[in-house]
């Protein structure tokens, strides 16, 4: 199996843990990732929904779909 290449952001990574970053400021970090990439997954979501036209009334249409064939 080829070598791969390090991505962007694992190059940038490894430059981090090269640092050794205090464990406070480790935590922070990890923090921010979780929350960057929790808000891409969010503008994404709502891109789609805008996109589809789907509104409160299709997520409780959705769940009372879920809800009736559990039953």
Known sequence: M????????QQELLKLYAADVPENDLLNIKR???KYFAQKAIDEADKIW???KYSNTTM?????????TND
Do not use: V
């Open 50 to 52: 805008e996109d589809k």
């Open 32 to 34: 921010y990732l979780a």
């Open 2 to 9: 080829p070598a791969r290449s390090l991505s962007n952001i």
């Open 60 to 68: 409780t249409q959705w769940l009372n779909e879920n809800n009736t």
